[in-house]
């Protein structure tokens, strides 16, 4: 299809490259119209380099403004906005942390209200497609959790606007990361000679059966984009090869395949028939979609 539009939500400056940068480079290369919306700064951030640490929680916002911005170039993402405006919405912290509580943190933002900034940008793009988190925000941070309330929410304001200015996602995807992958990426570190550690998926709270993964994003060829969006996030990634980490130390694989499960409209069947995948620990074949815009006319 023509004039393709992507709109995905994220929490902070770097979970977009993380979860997502391989999916934004591929459909920007590809000539979609690829929408990022950021709801904080990113204050609560633990600082990786020594000689930025100084920096305290505001100042540290306003810096990553600079590496999201670096790294929206790299992935070739030309539109980016705050939801609200740059610092409307604060870092919440982690679940249970002080910052939680403050007045101004996401956590603490008015659903509608935020859900109303977040509907005017999808009647201005008018997408397609909307990828955000799941209701548990991956993996339990309040703004992940606050970022899929208010995409569902603005998803169903945009919709009721009148007539004239309406508009209805097709589709909604949550980000995901297949327990199986996971345990290749744990198996595979120690292997690799990057300084990082190695954690036991089994102690993880989040992670997708493979069973449950709708959506595969063949985005390999875009992986030095990827790459490269994740060094501009220097406060906040270190980078060895293709693996990466963030200020705990453990190593991930820097992943060209990206994964979703369609949380809203229909699926469209895979590109060329597509070959069966084999689910992982389920003994069955079965088909994921490869294109986010599969089925959509």
Not at 48 to 60: V, W
Not at 214 to 238: G, N, V, Y
Request: overall charge negative; some cysteine; hydrophobic content about 40%.
């Amino acid at each position: 299809m023509e004039d393709r539009r992507l709109l995905l939500v994220h929490a902070h400056p770097d979970d977009e490259t993380i979860g997502t940068g391989a999916t934004m480079a591929k459909y920007a290369a590809e000539g979609a119209r690829v929408t990022l919306v950021t709801c904080t700064l990113g204050e609560e951030g633990e600082i990786i380099p020594d000689d930025l640490r100084h920096l305290p929680p505001d100042a540290l916002g306003r810096h990553r403004i600079g590496e999201l911005e670096d790294a929206c170039a790299a992935l070739g993402v030309t539109d980016h906005r705050f939801l609200g405006g740059p610092g409307r919405y604060r870092d919440s912290g982690m679940m249970g942390a002080a910052a939680n509580h403050r007045s101004d943190a996401f956590w603490q933002a008015p659903l509608e209200e935020a859900a109303a900034k977040l509907a005017k940008v999808i009647r201005e793009v008018r997408p397609q497609v909307l990828i955000t988190y799941d209701a548990n925000g991956f993996y339990g941070h309040p703004d992940h959790i606050q970022a899929h309330r208010v995409a569902w929410r603005a998803t169903g304001l945009a919709a009721d606007a009148p007539v004239s200015d309406a508009w209805q996602v097709a589709k909604i995807y949550h980000t995901a990361m297949p327990r199986s992958v996971m345990r290749r990426g744990a198996a595979a570190i120690g292997e690799a000679d990057t300084g990082f550690l190695r954690q036991e998926v089994d102690d993880l709270a989040y992670g997708a059966e493979d069973r449950d993964i709708t959506t595969e994003i063949d985005a390999r060829e875009h992986l030095p984009a990827k790459l490269a969006a994740m060094r501009a996030h220097t406060t906040q990634i270190s980078v060895s090869g293709t693996w990466f980490a963030l200020s705990n130390g453990i190593g991930q694989q820097v992943l060209g395949v990206e994964h979703f499960v369609l949380a809203s409209g229909v699926p469209g069947a895979p590109a060329g028939g597509g070959a069966p995948l084999e689910a992982g620990g389920i003994g069955e074949p079965y088909v994921r979609e490869s294109n986010l815009f599969a089925g959509i006319h």
